[in-house]
């Protein structure tokens, strides 16, 4: 490498000292040479800074984690659950445009998957389809992972709760066909 850059310093002058030697064509000849540069796009942040927000409350990456965080500590009682319904709403939209914008962040599977974990604990049926959402995303988008590898298991085990209850659920009827309960016989007397 050494030699061949002093051997091209040492062309440049001698062509430096003795123009004569060099091309008789003009340096300029008037003619245009078009170039055409393709450029990568800039890289793009690979993890959310902790100073941009996200959805309709304008939480931060590390506000969703928070506010997990903080639902988790309250409990998975039916008397919290009027509480958190704006901030179960509140990060549902952050993670929509989390995930838009910064989808290869390391910490976004990993905090939708805890997500998915605290509305799986509520027991309720429409936290379950929130859930199940979540962990087929992760399981489609993010296979490789820890999250993703959790998120299949997950979804292995999952036995939706149904969206009635039933231990309020009628009595079995007690007429034997639908001719009798539709045409009762009359008690004779």
Request: charged content about 20%; overall charge neutral; hydrophobic content about 45%.
């Amino acid at each position: 490498m050494r030699a061949t850059c002093a051997a091209l310093l040492a062309a440049i002058c001698l062509i430096a000292v003795n123009p004569a030697s060099a091309s008789s064509r003009p340096i300029d000849d008037g003619s245009w040479t078009t170039i055409a540069v393709v450029a990568a796009p800039p890289n793009q942040h690979r993890q959310a800074p902790a100073d941009e927000y996200f959805g309709t409350n304008r939480l931060s990456n590390l506000g969703v984690r928070n506010a997990i965080r903080d639902m988790n500590i309250e409990g998975t009682s039916p008397l919290a659950l009027p509480i958190q319904l704006e901030r179960i709403a509140a990060v549902q939209a952050a993670f929509a445009v989390w995930a838009d914008r910064y989808p290869s962040d390391s910490w976004l599977p990993g905090t939708m998957l805890d997500f998915a974990k605290f509305l799986q604990s509520k027991q309720q049926a429409w936290t379950d389809d929130i859930a199940l959402g979540y962990l087929l995303f992760l399981e489609t988008r993010y296979p490789q992972t820890r999250a993703g590898f959790e998120a299949r298991e997950m979804r292995a085990r999952y036995h939706p709760i149904p969206d009635f209850d039933l231990s309020a659920a009628p009595p079995a009827d007690p007429h034997q066909s639908v001719g009798e309960n539709l045409f009762p016989k009359l008690k004779s007397r």
